[in-house]
């Protein structure tokens, strides 16, 4: 996993900030399922956000993630449901042959979307085992605009987002699964102006501003967001919610 996919740094900001998957969703999983309790792998599951959403399904639900510090946050959350979470990367899932009736990837797949990593998804999937990939995709020009805001704060260049090119469809297309389906749904997220400097802080590029200038880069976000408010009445991000599934 690249560098700026370790989020372990930003924990805290990841845990306060990201928010839930609508209820579509995991009503379009359920519509999948054949059996009453699924076993369902949650592979990078992060701070279990996703996790703690599937296990409202009855399912026996294990997430994983190879940030030791975000699983640490998520196991606080066990006590309130049936969870497991397990250290492990995609590219060597510490599990045996057929273990789950569905592999679950909400906003990670684009980490590990190579052919080794999918392969081991397959291997770990039981014959017809579905996976199921989950992304919110933002508007560029959100996003973009507060990278902007950081780097004109700062006086130094930080990381771009990594290109949305992949594909997800393609990827399973390649990788011989079969039924592959793709559905999406419009959903928009409200902020106040703690609440997004919080998310802000929580995203893959934040690990690229240096931590002496960090203060300095949040007055300037601090800033742009006012703005925003001032001229919008509100500080929206507006997304699209993508799934595609496949069949092992």
């Known amino acids: 996993m690249k560098k ?3 989020f372990g740094a930003l924990v805290k900001q990841y845990e ?5 998957y609508p209820p579509e969703v995991f009503i379009f999983l359920k519509s999948k399922l054949a059996i009453q309790k699924p076993a369902i792998l949650d592979l990078g ?3 279990g956000i996703s996790t703690r959403q599937l ?6 639900i294990i997430g994983c993630d190879p940030d030791y510090p975000m699983l640490v946050a998520a196991k606080k959350h066990q006590k309130i449901g049936p969870e497991k979470y397990v250290l492990g990367a995609a590219e060597k899932l510490p599990f045996k042959n057929s273990t789950f009736d569905v592999v679950t990837a909400f906003g990670a797949f684009h980490w590990f979307d190579d052919r080794k990593s999918i392969a081991e998804i397959k291997r770990v999937l039981k014959p017809s085992g579905i996976i199921f990939i989950v992304n919110k995709n933002g508007l560029k020009s959100w996003s973009e605009g507060y990278r902007q805001a950081i780097i004109k704060t700062i006086g130094q260049k ?3 987002f990594q290109k949305n090119t992949y594909d997800p469809k393609r990827s399973l297309e390649k990788n011989g699964f079969k039924k592959i389906q793709v559905r999406r749904w419009p959903e928009a997220e409200l902020y106040t102006l703690d609440s997004v400097l919080e998310f802000i802080q929580s995203v893959s590029i ?4 240096p931590p002496p200038l960090r203060t300095k880069a949040l007055a300037g976000l601090k800033i742009y967001f006012k ?4 001229s919008k009445g509100k500080i929206e991000r507006k997304l699209a919610i993508t799934v595609v599934t496949g069949i092992k």
Do not use: E, F, P, Y
């Open 4 to 6: 700026l996919g370790k």
């Open 227 to 230: 703005k925003m408010k001032q």
């Open 55 to 60: 296990a409202r399904l009855g399912a026996v």
């Open 158 to 160: 930080i990381a771009n």
């Open 16 to 20: 306060r900030a990201r928010r839930q």
């Open 206 to 209: 934040w690990n690229s501003v």
């Open 45 to 47: 599951c992060g701070t």
